[in-house]
T-cell receptor, first 110, second 114 residues
Framework: GQQLNQSPQSMFIQEGEDVSMNCTSSSIFNTWLWYKQDPGEGPVLLIALYKAGELTSNGRLTAQFGITRKDSFLNISASIPSDVGIYFCAGLQGAQKLVFGQGTRLTINP | SQTIHQWPATLVQPVGSPLSLECTVEGTSNPNLYWYRQAAGRGLQLLFYSVGIGQISSEVPQNLSASRPQDRQFILSSKKLLLSDSGFYLC?????????????FGDGTRLSIL
């Protein structure tokens, strides 16, 4: 099935560093979503983007909906240990179909 | 506020046995409901979604089925499990009114087939 290309697949950073990850697709999406998943739990919604070019922040997280509607990025500033986890981008096509990226696994060294 | 519950949290089943995973949503009416499977270290694959009682759409051919006997209840079933059915199963819900509504996930069921 269709997938989003999410990169990088994994990141190893020092506490306090900024993080950047992105997703691209050959298809246009109406909505871009970013989720975080901790081990053994379901994904938790971080940010939802609804308009091309939209830039939205949630605390230390900032995400943008690309102008072409085919890409999005997520930035995390001043990382802290609880930021560890897997981050997924997801694109919504129509009312129900959510297509996920492969995830970015974030590891933070204290 | 809305909450979503899945159970059991973990399940170990022998090959060929039946399966029933349950998901319920509270605090909203007529939600869209979804079942996903997640392979280890990978993204989520949509299995089924439902826009109303008794209405099920299947996204991929497989050994599983879904049912929605009540407005806020979604069940994932199998008559005979295969080894390949192992994985992490996630239920999700979204508001049904309007489009582009984000989906919210339960905590999942880890299914191991022996």
């Amino acid at each position: 099935g269709q997938q989003l290309n999410q990169s990088p697949q994994s990141m190893f950073i020092q506490e306090g560093e900024d993080v950047s990850m992105n997703c691209t697709s050959s298809s246009i999406f109406n909505t871009w979503l970013w989720y975080k998943q901790d081990p053994g739990e379901g994904p938790v919604l971080l940010i939802a983007l609804y308009k091309a070019g939209e830039l939205t922040s949630n605390g230390r997280l900032t995400a943008q909906f690309g102008i072409t509607r085919k890409d999005s990025f997520l930035n995390i500033s001043a990382s802290i240990p609880s930021d560890v986890g897997i981050y997924f981008c997801a694109g919504l096509q129509g009312a129900q179909k959510l297509v996920f990226g492969q995830g970015t696994r974030l590891t933070i060294n204290p | 506020s809305q909450t979503i519950h899945q159970w059991p949290a973990t399940l170990v089943q022998p090959v060929g046995s039946p399966l029933s995973l349950e998901c319920t949503v509270e605090g909203t009416s007529n939600p869209n409901l979804y079942w996903y499977r997640q392979a280890a270290g990978r993204g989520l694959q949509l299995l089924f979604y439902s826009v109303g009682i008794g209405q099920i759409s299947s996204e991929v051919p497989q050994n599983l089925s879904a049912s929605r006997p009540q407005d806020r209840q979604f069940i994932l079933s199998s008559k005979k499990l295969l080894l390949s059915d192992s994985g992490f199963y996630l239920c999700a819900w979204s508001v049904s009114l309007g489009s582009n509504q984000p989906q919210h996930f339960g905590d999942g069921t880890r299914l191991s087939i022996l």
